[in-house]
């Protein structure tokens, strides 16, 4: 193994032991506690080593987002794969993408309503973003009928963060989670399809 290699691996080392530490304390105090001092001491590196890696904190919740959203894609894909077509495999979809909301809050943050430097809806969209809405759209296309496949996917995924939200910030009754869900599918897939 050259020096070049060794470096570069402990250079990648550090930067996922940074995005992780990131993670942990976001998701144990909240985003307003990472910190680029708080990041150093927990990871027992200086500052300035942070900044070798990231530019700051939005870098680095950027990154975590970007791990989000792979784990996010993989989640959909599982649930969407495992229920049969139609109307099972938009449900499953729905479920594992507000299961994901409601473990992973600080991470969901990270990805769906902090300011992150990731283009949505653009032709510069990273192909994971991508990856991620054309999980919804497999789910929602064949149930579209008329409708854009496209645009009801936006109006579903757009119902499914409203709920995570507003269930997780006490704003809807937590024990009617389920009902919520079930009439959600309902108007996307009247139990016909």
Same mark, same amino acid.
């Given at each position: 193994?050259?020096?070049?290699?060794?470096?570069?691996?402990?250079?990648?080392?550090?930067?996922?032991?940074?995005?992780?530490?990131?993670?942990?304390?976001?998701?144990?105090?909240?985003?307003?506690?990472?910190?680029?001092?708080?990041?150093?001491?927990?990871?027992?590196?200086?500052? $300035?080593?942070?900044?070798?890696? =990231?530019? &700051?904190?939005?870098?680095?919740?950027?990154?975590?987002?970007?791990?989000?959203?792979?784990?996010?894609?993989?989640?959909?894909?599982?649930?969407?794969?495992?229920?049969?077509?139609?109307?099972?495999?938009?449900?499953?979809?729905?479920? /594992?993408?507000?299961?994901?909301?409601?473990?992973?809050?600080?991470?969901? @943050?990270?990805?769906?309503?902090?300011?992150?430097?990731? $283009?949505?809806?653009?032709?510069?969209?990273?192909?994971?973003?991508?990856?991620? =809405? @054309?999980?919804?759209?497999?789910?929602?296309?064949?149930?579209? &009928?008329?409708?854009?496949? &496209?645009?009801?996917?936006?109006?579903?995924?757009?119902?499914?963060?409203?709920?995570?939200?507003?269930?997780?910030?006490?704003?809807?009754?937590?024990?009617?989670?389920?009902?919520?869900?079930?009439?959600?599918?309902?108007?996307? /897939?009247?139990?016909?399809?």
């Amino acid at each position: 193994m050259t020096t070049q290699t060794r470096r570069e691996r402990e250079r990648a080392q550090r930067e996922q032991q940074i995005v992780a530490a990131a993670r942990e304390l976001a998701e144990t105090e909240g985003w307003e506690a990472v910190t680029t001092r708080r990041l150093a001491a927990e990871i027992e590196y200086s500052q $300035p080593v942070l900044y070798s890696h =990231f530019k &700051g904190k939005g870098a680095i919740m950027t990154a975590v987002a970007v791990q989000g959203f792979e784990e996010l894609v993989d989640e959909l894909r599982v649930a969407r794969t495992a229920a049969r077509a139609g109307r099972d495999a938009l449900a499953a979809v729905a479920a /594992a993408y507000l299961g994901f909301a409601q473990k992973r809050p600080a991470l969901y @943050d990270a990805m769906f309503t902090h300011a992150v430097d990731l $283009p949505f809806a653009s032709p510069d969209t990273p192909a994971l973003l991508r990856n991620g =809405f @054309d999980e919804l759209l497999q789910a929602v296309r064949p149930l579209a &009928g008329d409708d854009d496949p &496209g645009i009801l996917t936006e109006t579903f995924w757009a119902s499914l963060h409203g709920l995570a939200m507003l269930e997780r910030s006490g704003r809807l009754p937590p024990e009617l989670h389920g009902h919520r869900l079930d009439l959600l599918i309902g108007r996307f /897939a009247p139990a016909a399809t």
